[in-house]
């Protein structure tokens, strides 16, 4: 854990930034608006919880990159409730003895004291949260592909109104033509018709589907999407019959399949991912066997199992 950058964080608390308004309280005290959530908070989320409850995995169905998120929680109810750390399982959690086995971070020291100080005052307030702030950064392209491919007029339309369904859809970075679309903030907007505008988007790179209702029918408009590089598919109802669409995405790199049914059988489309180099498979049907009958076929795969 990187604990150097939370203490450096807490001696500059007298030069507090201003964030905005806090989104959990109607009227937040004047300390919330000055508390440094992106210096103090955010770094603690970012290297102590985002593995495990982030884009790429939600343990105990808990994502805290977003407050929204921190407010529903998981299985165990909200991470965060406004002003009651004590009813605050996140703020519980880090607060717990070393030895004990629901102690948080998972599989390393606890948090400084101070940074626990920090966390219960945040929470005091209201958890403020800063307009725009999110953890999961999008990746940065490749070196050998940084630019993009070309744009046809009908891309910015897609953009436009995959945005007005719902969607996170924009460049990944401002000097690239990629573009990353993300519904699993929003699930219960997605409907499978919006993945007929991907025929109109060659660039795009990332697409996160967790969490929604899409079905292995649904993925075979994924078949058009020739230049997708990351590709989000945890916690939704797939079965192995959907691997059989993404075996044609020669360019995916990136893969989450935690937490859906497919098995050793659906394994057998993924053969043909030559260019696969990250696989999530945690709580599904896949075995270790399964998993290197793959690595056999595909060396440069590291295969995620949750074991």
């Keep these: 854990m990187k604990q150097a950058n939370f203490l450096v964080g807490l001696s500059f608390l007298s030069l507090v930034l201003c964030v905005g308004p806090a989104r959990a309280m109607a009227d937040p005290p004047a300390e919330a608006a000055e508390l440094d959530v992106a210096g103090l908070i955010k770094p603690v989320l970012v290297e102590s919880c985002l593995d495990c409850h982030g884009p790429a995995a939600q343990l105990g169905g808990l994502r805290v990159d977003t407050l929204q998120a ?103 970075a401002q000097n690239t033509s990629w573009i990353r679309v993300d519904f699993s903030l929003k699930p219960d907007a997605f409907q499978e018709q919006h993945l007929e505008l991907l025929a109109h988007m060659p660039n795009l790179y990332e697409l996160n589907l967790a969490n929604t209702a899409i079905t292995d029918a649904g993925l075979r408009s994924l078949r058009s999407a020739s230049n997708l590089r990351r590709l989000y598919l945890q916690n939704t109802g797939i079965t192995d019959a959907a691997l059989e669409s993404l075996a044609g995405l020669q360019h995916l790199r990136y893969l989450n399949l935690y937490g ?42 590291e295969i995620n199992l949750g074991l």
Aim: hydrophobic share 45%; proline share 9%.
């Design 70 to 172: 921190l407010l529903e929680g998981g299985v165990s109810g909200p991470a965060i409730v406004p002003e009651k750390p004590e009813e605050s399982s996140f703020y519980v959690r880090v607060t717990l003895p070393a030895d004990d086995f629901q102690m948080m971070p998972l599989g390393a020291d606890p948090l400084p004291e101070e940074v626990q100080q920090q966390i219960r005052r945040w929470i005091e307030l209201g958890a403020p949260w800063p307009d725009g702030m999110h953890m999961g950064d999008a990746p940065e392209p490749e070196a050998d592909d940084a630019a993009g491919v070309e744009s046809p007029e009908s891309e910015a339309e897609a953009l436009r109104q995959l945005t007005a369904a719902g969607a996170i859809a924009m460049r990944i």
């Design 260 to 301: 859906t049914s497919v098995s050793d059988a659906g394994l057998v489309h993924l053969q043909q991912l030559a260019a696969l180099e990250r696989l999530f498979l945690w709580q599904t049907a896949v075995t270790e066997q399964g998993a290197s009958t793959l690595r056999e076929v595909v060396p440069e795969v």
